[in-house]
């Protein structure tokens, strides 16, 4: 096979950041539509996961995330473009934030909603795993961060 025909996912990290029954999601511009998701981003080269999740936290949201497990590791071709991503999904906490911090440009703002609030609102999620990785975070699923292993 060649270097032009090898399948390759985008590979994007996302933060679960949870405060009293409520998760931190963005706003965001998404193919055109308004639509919900955590802080979430590419991985960049040369950098790790959890370096990666760091940095999209901040830029998307102005939190400064400290991330403590891995939830879990999603796969999911998006019908319209068929295009696969890879997630890898952390929780932690928010320790700083930057009020005056610019966000990324197509992030609208910040917002804190409870599991219900998202998922009555099923049109706005910008993928399903969007639910789905609240879903396992409330269901207590967590991996230790040295499942990641940098070489």
Known sequence: ??????????VTV???IERDGRFLL???RSNGQIVYNQPAGHLEPNESLTAAVIRETLE???WHFVPTSLIGIYHYTFQHTGVTYQRFCFTGSCQDY???RALDQDILRTVWLTRDELAAQPEKLRSPMVLRCIDDYLKGIRHS???LVEI
């Open 14 to 16: 996302a933060a679960v």
């Open 60 to 62: 998307e949201s102005a």
């Open 98 to 100: 930057e009020p005056n």
């Open 26 to 28: 963005v706003e965001e």
């Open 1 to 10: 096979m060649s270097e032009k025909e090898v399948w390759r996912p985008h």
């Open 145 to 147: 961060l040295d499942l």
